[in-house]
């Protein structure tokens, strides 16, 4: 059950009305790695999580994001009240109003015309808010750690938004809803190592022999670290296949039925290495001079130029 609380969780004030802003704030609201996504994504985990403590959790940070999300929603808001109020009643020649909201390079004038200024579920590029955004798998220690990775990246991209703007006010929200990324991380990373046996994720053990073999997959220039180290790692300088002792070839055992029939098939479409057709493409090929031949004379069987 959810109450409505009509004050924002943090006080937002703007110094004026900014539309190209505001339209780069939307990828707060209706992006990948905005609140509603943020939202969306741990309510699904808490609702299907069985654990009373990750349930509360879940839900409860869930909630504070779509107080986020009322926050960055407002921001947007009033960003684009002056912009709003002249495209509603056209009040500035057609140039001047066309400029403003076109100024600085940014995207302002779409959303104003299509949403009137108010925060649509869309991304700073115009792209619609999917629930394809939304991760969830339904094991607690693959989710966590991917809410510890999305809410790094929200982080990040508050960080480049409150470099983008010098409006004092902005810029403490934008800072606020930044801090809460770093406490929801951690949250999420206390919540992951309270589940004890929590890697490798899920319950089927890795096969031994590969779980700590490390592959170097490059000609040259590889760099050895802890995370390939032969502490840590069998590390294989120069793998080759196949890395199981077969002889890597593919291998199936087809019913008799559609046996017949594939055969058929693969002798219908057989290719004959022996023949060297001209195409189409060489018909209108340039000679290394540059002058287009007018026949091939080594095939009988191309007409006349």
């Not at 902005?170 to 991380?185: G, K, P, Y």
């Not at 919540?191 to 779980?211: C, D, H, Q, S, T």
Request: glycine share 10%; aromatic share 6%; proline share 7%.
């Amino acid at each position: 059950m959810f109450k409505h609380v009509k004050s924002l969780q943090y006080t937002v004030r703007v110094a004026e009305p900014n539309p190209g802003l505001a339209n780069l704030l939307l990828e707060q609201f209706g992006g990948p790695q905005g609140e509603l996504a943020a939202a969306c994504r741990y309510f699904t985990q808490g609702l299907g999580d069985d654990d009373p403590g990750r349930k509360d959790l879940l839900l409860d940070i869930a909630t504070e994001e779509l107080s986020h999300l009322e926050i960055i929603g407002t921001i947007v808001a009033m960003l684009n009240k002056g912009a709003k109020g002249e495209l509603a009643e056209g009040t500035q020649k057609e140039a001047d109003l066309y400029r403003s909201l076109t100024g600085n390079g940014n995207d302002s004038h779409i959303t104003s015309v299509l949403y009137g200024g108010g925060p649509p579920l869309i991304n700073s590029a115009g792209v619609p808010w999917t629930a394809a955004y939304i991760d969830t798998i339904g094991e607690p220690t693959a989710d966590l750690r991917s809410n510890i990775a999305a809410e790094a990246r929200a982080k990040i991209v508050y960080e480049r938004l409150i470099n983008l703007t010098d409006d004092v006010g902005v810029r403490d929200a934008l800072s606020f809803l930044m801090t809460r990324e770093v406490a929801h991380q951690l949250s999420f990373e206390k919540a992951l190592y309270a589940i004890r046996n929590n890697f490798p994720p899920g319950k089927l053990p890795p096969v031994p022999e590969f779980a700590n073999t490390y592959y170097n997959m490059s000609d040259e220039g590889e760099v050895r670290g802890s995370w390939n180290s032969d502490e840590n790692f069998n590390y294989v300088a120069n793998p080759q296949p196949a890395v199981d002792g077969g002889d890597g070839l593919a291998v199936l055992t087809i019913p008799e039925a559609q046996k017949v029939d594939y055969e058929v098939m693969a002798q219908r479409t057989q290719s004959d290495p022996s023949v060297n057709p001209t195409t189409g493409a060489e018909l209108g090929a340039t000679s290394p001079t540059g002058i287009a031949q007018d026949k091939d004379a080594t095939d009988p069987n191309l007409p006349p130029a």
